[in-house]
């Protein structure tokens, strides 16, 4: 039988609405997400593996903030503001490569250390002294967790530490040991044109597998479930059909698949979905552990990124596995898209009045929930203002 970890028993009433329509199309609404979601919320930047060396680097660019992640000669990795002290250039232009010894402004040619102190500026002598420390590279929060680099770009934040954060998970995601993983090609992204939201709440249900998703169906549809978000965290959970087979992906997949002796017998068919509020996903298989995420671009855009890790001393039929387990998941993603842009474009219709939540999408509700918390402007039906909505929204925090 598959575990569940918590107490998820639906409210007898609950309301079943969603974010008014208003929300996915504001950019006033927006900006209140930049700061008070994706600013001072835990992001996952990648892997510690994907900085196996000194010198080597991660950047990651998140609603106009610049994260640099780098890993120093003293085997720590830091993150950092990918902004120069001198005139705020990019220090680092690529999305992940490694410098030898320093980091070198390709602006003006400022000269920062591995631990992100000012080792010099070009032409010294036409500034006066410049402490090594204050002009150095102005550090972001950074936790690693289970081999995962979190960073929030903001100093503190409602979210406790990572590890607090995803104590509720901890003991079920450690038999895998993904700190010890290894990428398998590399950080992805893709941008899709929909609000972000819509792609989150495609993400946070089950509902729709059965008829949207047929290699899902498949493969696990018969015991899939959904448990929603509590203090930041929701779980989904399911395990192979006893008779998946009717696709040729799933039907590979299964085939090839070695027992998985190294998980625990519950764990050895399962995959399962961990979501970080506000938009980061876990995902963990028998043979790989995989995230994802999406961030903003505009009201109508937004970014998708994430990475597959696998084990580093896999065996050919794990590395068959993971490709297939992949498939799956490429397909499910294009699924997915289509359905979050039909979704988001209702929205901008007369017609349009609202989401009615089943029972099995309670978990976009708890979803929504947490957004209203951070901004409690999202529990107005009437769109406000454009230009009333931040001093609006800071009234409204103010009450609660």
Same mark, same amino acid.
């Given at each position: ?292 995420? +999406?961030?903003?671009?505009? *009201?109508?855009?937004?970014? /998708? !990124?994430?990475? #597959?890790?696998?084990?580093?001393? =896999? $065996? ?44 099995? +999408?309670?978990?976009?509700? *708890?979803?929504?929930?947490? /957004? !209203?918390?951070? #901004?409690?402007?999202?529990?107005? =039906? $009437? ?18």
């Amino acid at each position: 039988m598959n575990p569940h970890f918590r107490d998820v028993a639906i409210p007898a009433e609950w309301d079943r609405r969603g974010l008014p329509g208003w929300s996915y199309h504001s950019n006033a609404l927006l900006e209140l997400e930049k700061e008070y979601v994706f600013r001072n919320h835990w992001q996952i930047a990648g892997h510690v593996s994907d900085l196996p060396d000194a010198g080597d680097y991660l950047t990651m660019d998140v609603v106009g903030e610049r994260a640099l992640i780098v890993r120093g000669k003293d085997g720590v990795v830091r993150a950092f503001n990918n902004m120069c002290r001198h005139r705020g250039s990019r220090v680092v232009a690529d999305s992940q490569g490694t410098c030898k010894n320093a980091l070198v402004c390709p602006f003006h040619g400022w000269v920062y250390n591995l631990d992100g102190t000012l080792r010099g500026a070009a032409r010294p002598r036409s500034f006066p002294d410049l402490d090594k420390t204050e002009f150095g590279l102005t550090p972001l929060d950074l936790e690693i967790w289970m081999g995962f680099i979190f960073i929030r770009f903001r100093m503190g934040g409602p979210q406790p530490s990572v590890a607090e954060l995803l104590r509720p998970i901890e003991a079920e995601i450690a038999h895998y040991g993904v700190a010890e993983m290894v990428p398998s090609w590399g950080v992805w992204t893709q941008k899709s044109p929909v609000n972000w939201k819509s792609v989150r709440d495609v993400d946070n249900e089950g509902y729709h597998v059965a008829m949207a998703h047929p290699a899902l169906q498949d493969l696990y549809g018969a015991t899939y479930f959904d448990e929603p978000f509590v203090n930041g965290v929701s779980r989904s959970f399911a395990t192979y059909n006893p008779h998946a087979g009717r696709r040729w992906s799933v039907r590979q997949y299964i085939k090839v698949a070695p027992e998985a002796a190294h998980l625990p017998g519950h764990l050895r068919k399962a995959w399962i979905y961990y979501g970080i509020f506000p938009n980061n996903v876990l995902s963990v298989m028998p043979e790989s552990v995989q995230f994802y995420q +999406e961030f903003p671009l505009s *009201t109508g855009e937004t970014l /998708l !990124r994430g990475a #597959i890790y696998r084990y580093r001393d =896999e $065996t050919r039929e794990q590395a068959a596995a993971r490709y297939l387990s992949y498939r799956i998941d490429r397909d499910t993603m294009n699924e997915d898209v289509q359905l979050s842009v039909w979704s988001n474009e209702s929205m901008l219709s007369e017609a349009f009045e609202g989401f009615y939540l089943s029972d099995l +999408e309670y978990g976009v509700r *708890t979803h929504h929930d947490h /957004l !209203r918390e951070q #901004i409690p402007v999202l529990g107005l =039906e $009437t769109a406000p203002e454009e230009k009333d909505m931040w001093a609006l929204n800071d009234a409204l925090r103010s009450r609660s």
